[in-house]
């Protein structure tokens, strides 16, 4: 099939045609298909159901330090928490905080306090500033954009390109003193699977921000997402590049066991400098006791140490590999060639991005939710869910099953041929 | 003995050689026992074990709605713990949010989340106003207070008195649009032990205050927590009589776990209107995606029901009565008559409070570390840690065993009585 674009008018409408009667027939079936969100499947969460049996009635409660796990107390989390996750962060395990089971909720109290109280290095607290901005790398993750958006911050948008984020973009923005920090999730970056090269890191690293209490949030959430033992990104660890520059106060590194044990019931930790860390505890003191070390004894006995998770991991990436290979060869099989989208080809991460023609991707989540299969909205991967062009789309392929996968996916790509083909036709 | 305040010069001063002496044989034993807060004994913590045995590897994992517990989603709490802990709060299921597992970061993050965007009827976020002011019944829970100090409140002393706050005092201060909630302990209050009147009660629901974002935060941190089968006090159910005034968005009602299995790791929750719930959805969405399922079920399937949660702390009852027994006895041994204390004996709750000649609590504080005896800091029951009489303490007896506490309990007693002396002779 050549390229949609040089289809004449009259093949188009035929097209048109053939496509439409196809699509008819697809919601006729009254398909229910979500690939909506990076949801693990419960046959993923089934490999790890041993992780429940580790601490049990008959089971050691007290941590090498004497720490008794059902009581009160150790706001930053257990000594062996700290160890597992250490090298996770890229930090030394005093300079792990371990907290509850959400990254995400991490994330919102770390800008919540500064708003609230200022971070190591502020002037005053976020919320006495005039003017507040956040830069946020697009496509990029919504829930990101949705915290400082609650926070009454300016979203800035930042190209995402070859390598991550524009750095030319983010050294020219963070020049601006309400700029306060950065959306990151350098490896398997959601939505596009990208990790930032070596010299993206390095120059996040040795950014020299107007704000002195700017913050990289960097949202190592794919840290350990391989999908293959042979061919895997390597993303440079950000906290050494900083501490060759000194600017270690200005990157809060976070990650969870979301996606490595189970979404909500895990465990979510945050990694800064010694600074960031005295000043995060004297704060979060007054919001808690503890955390729930129970769950976090959990973990580090199931693993035994990081080694042990990265095994586990291994499992995990041998049961998304299908997953992926579905998408990935749906879109070879039935768009390669037709010039109507581009994808990527990621290597972990729990997403695909898909690029349509501009002005193309809310029509193509409309027609797959009106023919029963669910994908994240359009427009979602932007600041305030808009994109500029209406061409991204975040594919999701972790939740259903290969064969329901491969289905949604047939579908999908449908739908791409027919907003296409209207657009063409418009 | 005749009360120490009839004693002559001279008496005292044999008086004060001969408790000196016993001081420094006590001191030369090198005691090391901590009567400092409301932590459960480890013996307590055995006696729920097998809550972590409910949901093993091959347990059950599907809610009755059919959510899979070990997934994403569910911010406000599966149904059957809303259902579960619904009676505890005095709401209806769907006006319970479960979240997390400490209460007392439900407290702080809905104080936080007026500070930042404003409560249900705000005009505008907390942060914005010039002024803020919270009442603080005293003596009271210390991490109340430093949760308001945190944000900047003029924190307002309301005298506890007789079947609570001072109600008169109440009601003259909310008249001050600046005052925009009060604490509240309402059952076996920290420390007092003092379980609010009917009347107390009436008059909390019927407030009018000037702030149309008044909040009680109805701590129900002892709801359940009796010692005795047979004698119990009762609370007034506060939802309930705010319905009664229409005035049920004014209070938010916490409580949790924490002393019902395990601290740190058990549930919070957090009752509240429809209008105060929808908000709060809608804030702490940006927050979380959703709480620890697996553990909320854990709990669920545990206690089978509200009246299997009611039997647990029978037993919990039965395990702390010889510890307050052992309080109330030495002190009615060692003090009785010597008009130099008083203290109560409270049905449940956590603490017994103590209450010394005026300007001698941080002296017998004092007295107590240097031989070995850690109690919680000397006006730290009162806001900014200032105590106007410098005379509460606060007993916390339920962690020490009974032998450990008996001995405590003794060298507390002959502090008090050493500190005292030394002020009469001053």
């Not at 007290?62 to 700290?82: F, M, P, S």
């Not at 120059?203 to 042979?230: Q, S, T, V």
């Not at 501009?358 to 009106?370: Q, Y």
Request: aromatic fraction near 10%.
């Amino acid at each position: 099939m050549k390229p949609y674009n040089q289809l004449s008018a009259e093949e188009l409408k035929v097209l048109h045609a053939e496509l439409l009667e196809k699509y008819n027939e697809y919601k006729s079936r009254g398909l229910n298909l979500d690939m909506s969100r990076g949801k693990p499947a419960p046959s993923q969460l089934d490999l790890c159901m041993e992780l429940l049996d580790v601490i049990g009635a008959d089971g050691e409660y007290t941590t090498k330090n004497g720490t008794d796990i059902r009581n009160y107390g150790v706001l930053d989390g257990i000594t062996e928490a700290k160890e597992l996750f250490a090298p996770l962060l890229g930090v030394k395990p005093e300079n792990v905080f371990v907290g509850g089971s959400s990254s995400l909720t991490l994330m919102y109290d770390a800008v919540c306090r500064a708003y609230t109280h200022g971070a190591y290095g502020s002037e005053r607290p976020w919320c006495k500033e005039e003017k507040l901005k956040f830069l946020c790398p697009a496509p990029g993750y919504d829930r990101h954009f949705r915290i400082t958006e609650h926070f009454g911050f300016e979203l800035v948008t930042i190209p995402m390109v070859e390598g991550g984020p524009d750095m030319d973009a983010v050294e020219e923005a963070v020049k601006d003193p309400a700029v306060k920090g950065i959306w990151c999730v350098p490896k398997y970056s959601n939505p596009l699977g990208t990790t930032y090269s070596d010299e993206t890191v390095k120059r996040m690293a040795a950014l020299k921000p107007a704000a002195k209490d700017f913050r990289i949030f960097w949202d190592n959430a794919y840290a350990i997402h391989d999908l293959y033992e042979d061919k895997q990104d390597v993303l440079l660890d950000i906290m050494q590049e900083c501490e060759k520059n000194g600017t270690q106060d200005m990157v809060y590194i976070f990650a969870s066991t979301s996606k490595v044990t189970f979404p909500g019931a895990g465990v979510a930790v945050m990694g800064m400098s010694d600074n960031n860390m005295a000043l995060m505890k004297k704060h979060a003191g007054v919001q808690a006791i503890g955390y729930d070390k129970i769950n976090q004894l959990r973990h580090v006995k199931y693993f035994g140490s990081y080694d042990g998770m990265l095994e586990h991991m291994k499992k995990l990436g041998k049961a998304l590999q299908p997953k992926f290979e579905t998408v990935k060869n749906t879109l070879d099989k039935e768009l390669k060639g037709l010039e109507i989208g581009r994808w990527n080809d990621p290597m972990g991460g729990y997403f695909v991005a898909f690029d349509s023609m501009d002005g193309c991707a809310k029509r193509i989540v409309a027609l797959c939710s009106e023919a029963g299969v669910k994908m994240t909205g359009a427009g979602a991967t932007f600041p305030y869910g808009k994109d500029p062009h209406d061409s991204n789309i975040r594919i999701a392929p972790s939740y259903p099953p290969v064969d329901e996968l491969k289905t949604a996916m047939e579908l999908f790509c449908l739908c791409v041929k027919l907003a296409s083909v209207e657009k063409l036709m418009a």
